[in-house]
Structure formats: C-alpha cells, structure tokens
C-alpha cells in the first residue's frame, strides 16, 4: 500500500479547490490510507524538515557573504549563528517521520514518532476545520486544518476566499474519516459533531 509522507508539502496557493478535490478523487481518505476496514493511517514528516534546512542552509551562505564582503561596524554574525541553530533544530526535530492512526474500531487516534507511541486520545479530541484569517482590508480567507489534543495542526489546504467550497470538502473529508468536523467560528450552527466527550462522572445521577 504505497503512502505518500510528503503529501502535505505539495499545498498550492492557486485553485486550492480544484487541487483539493482532485486528490479526494484519487484517495477519498485524503490524506490518510486505509490500512484495514475502520483503521486510517496517515505517515507524514513535519514541514519545519524543508523549512529548518532551509534557514539553515541560507544562515550559512548570509555568513559565508558576510565574512567576504561584511565591512560594516556592525557584529552581524551572532544574528546569522543563532540563525544557524535554529534552522539545525527545527530540522533534527523534524526529521522523524511520524504516523498518524485513526482507529474507529478502538475508538481513538494513535501518534508514532519513530514508532513509539507518542500520544493517544479518544475521537472527539481529533477534528477537521475551517481556519480563517483576514487580509489588511478585512477580507476573511480560509484553510482546512487536521488538528487534535497532542498533534500539530496539519493543513490540508492553503488559504481560499471560496467559503461555501472548503467548507464542502472539509465536510467531505470528516465524513469519509468520521471525524468531528468544525467550522472557523467557536459557535456555529455548522458544526458536524459526531463524538462526544463523556459526561462528567456523577453527572444526571440523583442525589
């Protein structure tokens, strides 16, 4: 069953719905695989892999230019060495892949980071959503996030000023996954709620 770490990386800023739609066409679990009947795994590596050696690498050619051609009065190469460590922890950090499980048939989700177990919680501590952020002319734009207790938000789309869309194919994905699934405000009647909390201990008991 072949998997795809990096599908996560490949978010595009352009038609960020079409793309998306057409990866649910491909996997109607996207992202996840389904591994047995009810049981959804997902490996991915963490974007600050690509993002650490990215600023690690141009902290060390800023010091390589700087010792050529730095004739300021100004110390500029404790900037580029924190820079430097940085960069070199983000990218050690990151480089374990992790694996994500969805597993309705214990009724939890698992997290392995160099296949230890590294958290692990019931249904309704996972969930899709919609983010929203506004733009400097207060236009609001929109992404659809895998979030849960313990785990890193993962964005499954870049932002989109089409609401009525990516609310669609988020809904779409919670439903193939059977998870929660939340719109961007706190209190909305859009809401998919499919896991409850248990209720308090004691809770509808008679005195």
């Given at each position: 069953?072949?998997?795809?770490?990096?599908?996560?990386?490949?978010?595009?800023?352009?038609?960020?719905e079409?793309?998306?739609?057409?990866?649910?066409?491909?996997?109607?679990?996207?992202?996840f695989?389904?591994?047995?009947p009810?049981?959804?795994?997902m490996?991915?590596?963490?974007?600050?892999?690509?993002?650490?050696a990215?600023?690690?690498?141009?902290?060390?050619?800023?010091?390589?230019?700087?010792?050529?051609y730095?004739?300021?009065?100004?110390?500029?190469?404790?900037?580029?060495?924190?820079?430097?460590?940085?960069g070199?922890?983000?990218?050690?950090?990151?480089?374990?892949?992790r694996h994500?499980?969805?597993?309705?048939?214990?009724?939890?989700y698992q997290?392995?980071?160099?296949?230890?177990?590294?958290q692990?919680?019931?249904?309704?501590?996972?969930?899709?959503?919609?983010?929203?952020?506004?733009?400097?002319?207060?236009k609001?734009?929109y992404?659809?996030?895998?979030?849960?207790?313990?785990?890193?938000?993962?964005?499954?789309?870049?932002?989109?000023d089409?609401?009525?869309?990516?609310?669609?194919?988020?809904?779409?994905?919670?439903?193939?996954l059977?998870?929660?699934?939340?719109?961007?405000?706190?209190?909305?009647a859009?809401?998919?709620?499919?896991?409850?909390?248990?209720?308090?201990?004691?809770?509808?008991?008679?005195?």
């Amino acid at each position: 069953m072949p998997r795809d770490a990096f599908a996560l990386w490949s978010i595009s800023f352009f038609d960020v719905e079409k793309r998306l739609a057409r990866k649910l066409q491909q996997n109607a679990h996207f992202p996840f695989q389904v591994q047995r009947p009810n049981v959804y795994v997902m490996e991915y590596y963490k974007d600050t892999l690509w993002k650490g050696a990215v600023i690690f690498l141009l902290s060390v050619l800023g010091v390589v230019l700087y010792r050529k051609y730095g004739k300021t009065s100004q110390d500029y190469s404790g900037f580029f060495a924190y820079g430097m460590l940085v960069g070199l922890w983000l990218f050690l950090s990151s480089m374990y892949k992790r694996h994500l499980v969805i597993n309705h048939n214990r009724g939890c989700y698992q997290i392995y980071i160099k296949r230890q177990l590294w958290q692990e919680g019931p249904l309704h501590q996972i969930y899709i959503r919609l983010g929203a952020q506004m733009d400097a002319y207060g236009k609001p734009f929109y992404r659809l996030i895998l979030n849960g207790y313990g785990l890193e938000v993962l964005a499954l789309a870049s932002l989109s000023d089409k609401y009525e869309h990516m609310e669609f194919l988020g809904k779409q994905i919670a439903h193939k996954l059977r998870l929660n699934y939340f719109d961007w405000p706190d209190v909305s009647a859009r809401h998919v709620i499919r896991h409850w909390p248990p209720p308090p201990q004691g809770e509808g008991l008679e005195a």
